[in-house]
């Protein structure tokens, strides 16, 4: 590499890319599992100055108040050009790594305050799978840029009283696995268990929490305890345009039990060198597991539960881990009957999708027929200390719109009054 491109692309196993203030914690605990000897695929990393020196090119810093000078910025994300002090020596990298890439090419956002305790923007900038172009890559890159200041981003950065002008945006670039299998992992939850979700193919549906993943559950010392399979709709639409799925299909199983328990031991790994609980994202293909993400993990204690609950029909599904709510049930088909949901009010729905992200200040607890442990809205749910139970079948068929409703976010139970 030249001098420039040092300035600003630093290879995944270089030293320098574990720098979270360069780089984004996504970026930089990613090179630390690769600097520890952990699986990963690679890649390359490009520093936040990168963004700043983009940015600064557009002459629109001092108009960002305004919701008018916002729009300006992410226009001019799109519209111009990167600027060839950096275009050059990207594509250079770019070169470098696509030309081994069977699989294409990955380009996600790091962003330099994601992937924190208590922030974790879980699902809220961008990621691109499957680049086989420059031209696709260039655009990922703007685009990742330019997510910086998404309305996303801005409705969440508002409730943790952030602003994307005081931060930069790092951006993680790596082969595409070619996975036969991925998903997420929970290193400890409230009890000390360890789950992994797992889906076919890539993680990108259970990530957006289209489909039930099938769960593992593995004791502490690392043995199996509990395998459940997966399953998802054929379609998912909205029911006003009766494109609503209605067919619950079975998955197949993903990780035999072998494999179950060796992901364990990796997800145990990344605990120990973090020196905290993590949730994690991982592929596998025909050469073994990669890790893909490693975040801090909020792990709450198992809640009182009110026992008078107990003698009311319930549901199971897979919990997010976090607390004990109850409230009205409000059950919701689609993203355009939300205006329903009012404060203190448990939202039923069926896909649990990070634009969700934007009703869970005023819910109680949520509960969704799709979605696993290891989804990005439970990764929300739990740093916001929200019960929510994913993956309960049938439950907005089941459970009545109006009925009250207590949502156990340890255990995985929903239970409702007749």
């Known amino acids: ?27 930089a605990n990613l090179a630390r599992l690769a600097h520890a000897g952990l699986p990963t695929p690679g890649g390359f990393c490009i520093d936040a100055s990168a963004y700043r020196h983009q940015l600064k090119t557009f002459g629109l810093e001092a108009d960002v108040t305004t919701r008018r000078g916002v729009l300006a910025l992410k226009l001019a994300f799109f519209d111009r050009p990167i600027v060839e002090t ?5 594509l250079d990298a770019w070169r470098r790594y696509a030309a081994h890439a069977s699989a294409g090419m990955a380009v996600r956002s790091s962003a330099l305050v994601e ?11 961008e990621s691109y799978l499957g680049l086989q172009a420059e031209e696709e890559f260039e655009t990922a890159v703007r685009s990742c840029w330019a997510a910086l200041w998404s309305t996303r981003v801005l409705r969440y950065m508002a409730t943790h009283d952030a602003s994307p002008s005081e931060t930069a ?11 036969d299998a991925s998903g997420g992992a929970l290193s400890r939850t409230a009890n000390g268990d360890r789950v992994i979700n797992a889906t076919r193919g890539l993680g990108a549906s259970l990530a957006q929490g289209e489909v039930i993943p099938e769960r593992i559950v593995l004791a502490p010392d690392g043995t199996l305890r509990e395998k459940s399979a997966g399953g998802g709709y054929q379609r998912l639409g909205c029911s006003h345009m009766a494109a609503r799925g209605k067919s619950l299909f079975q998955a197949s199983r993903c990780l035999d039990d ?23 994202e ?7 597991f990669k890790l893909l993400q490693a975040r801090p993990l909020h792990v709450e204690s198992t809640p009182v539960r009110d026992t008078l609950w107990r003698k009311h029909p319930g549901l199971n599904g897979q919990p997010a881990g976090v607390g004990w709510g109850e409230g009205r049930a409000v059950v919701v088909s689609c993203e355009c009957e939300m205006e329903r949901v009012m404060t203190g009010d448990v939202l039923i729905t069926r896909a649990a999708g990070p634009a969700l992200s934007a009703i869970l200040p005023r819910v109680s ?13 439970a990764s929300l749910a739990r740093e916001r200390g929200l019960p929510m139970v994913l993956g309960v079948r049938e439950a907005t068929a089941q459970i009545p719109d109006g009925a009250q409703v207590a949502v156990d976010g340890v255990t995985g139970i929903v239970r409702w009054m007749r």
């Open 1 to 27: 590499m030249g001098s420039a491109e040092l300035e600003f692309i630093v290879p995944l196993s270089s030293p320098l890319a574990a720098d979270a203030e360069r780089f984004g914690p996504k970026a």
């Open 86 to 90: 950096l275009r050059a020596p990207l």
């Open 115 to 125: 992937d924190r305790f208590g922030t974790s923007f879980a699902g809220q900038f």
């Open 169 to 179: 945006m790092a951006i993680l670039v790596q082969p595409l696995v070619n996975a």
């Open 258 to 280: 072998a494999q179950a328990v060796s992901l364990g031991a990796l997800v145990a790994r990344v605990e120990d060198l973090m020196g905290m609980a993590v949730e994690i």
């Open 282 to 288: 991982w592929a596998l293909d025909n050469q073994g």
């Open 365 to 377: 607890a949520v509960v969704c027929e799709l979605g696993g442990s290891t989804s990005h809205l």
